[in-house]
Antibody, heavy 119, light 114 residues
């Protein structure tokens, strides 16, 4: 079965960038469609983007376009999410999660990575 | 695109049933049979409970069920148990090409077991 293990917590200053990793085991990354979801403290889940297997492209939520980059290293089965120009509102737990096909459900999820943006 | 609308909270006594609604539009919930539901306990990652509107993954108790009518999906928990107390989120596929993004989550509902 698929397991996702994320990198550890990060503390960044406003204006900086953060890169969160998500290591896949049990399957290869090429067999999965990786997505990223974040959750601000006390708030709901927010889809950031991911690989759309229907058109073979990575799609970003409009809110994050221009600031987020999602990449994959298939040699290590590791996915990355980099968010730039950080501001305090980006303080959140960032989750990676996979879908098996277009329109599919998110399962499983990584354990989450807390990113704190503070001066 | 706005988040799907869920009630802020629902509650019930052990053994009772509760239903959580999830209202979207014809561009998401009403347009696809790709609604999923997630349970989240404090400090934990979300867990898939229902997919494709009404299907249960292996290991999820059959007291959890899902349905959809028009632009509104619903999650029903029958025979409420203490461990069901958690936050629940719906999620819908919203297509691609036409929209800037293709998944939207609900606002979340806290289920309290009295």
């Amino acid at each position: 079965q698929v397991q996702l293990v994320q990198s550890g917590a990060e503390v960044k200053k406003p204006g900086a960038s953060v890169k969160v990793s998500c290591k896949v085991s049990g399957y290869t990354l090429t067999e999965l469609s990786m997505h990223w979801v974040r959750q601000a403290p006390g708030k709901g889940l927010e889809w950031m983007g991911g690989f759309d297997p229907e058109d073979g492209e990575t799609i970003y939520a409009q809110k994050f376009q221009g600031r987020v980059t999602m990449t994959e290293d298939t040699s290590t089965d590791t996915a990355y999410m980099e968010l730039s120009s950080l501001r305090s509102e980006d303080t959140a737990v960032y989750y990676c999660a996979t879908i098996a096909a277009a329109g599919g459900w998110f399962d499983p999820w990584g354990q989450g990575t807390l990113v704190t943006v503070s001066s | 695109q706005s988040a799907l609308t869920q009630p802020r909270s629902v509650s019930g006594s052990p053994g009772q049933s509760v239903t959580i609604s999830c209202t979207g539009t014809s561009s998401d919930v009403g347009g696809y049979n790709y609604v999923s539901w997630y349970q989240q306990h404090p400090g934990k990652a979300p867990k898939l409970m229902i997919y494709d509107v009404s299907k249960r993954p292996s290991g999820v108790p059959d007291r959890f069920s899902g349905s959809k009518s028009g632009n509104t999906a619903s999650l029903t928990i029958s025979g409420l148990q203490a461990e069901d107390e958690a936050d629940y989120y719906c999620c819908s596929y919203a297509g691609s090409y036409t929209f800037a993004f293709n998944y939207v989550f609900g606002t979340g509902t806290k289920v309290t077991v009295l």
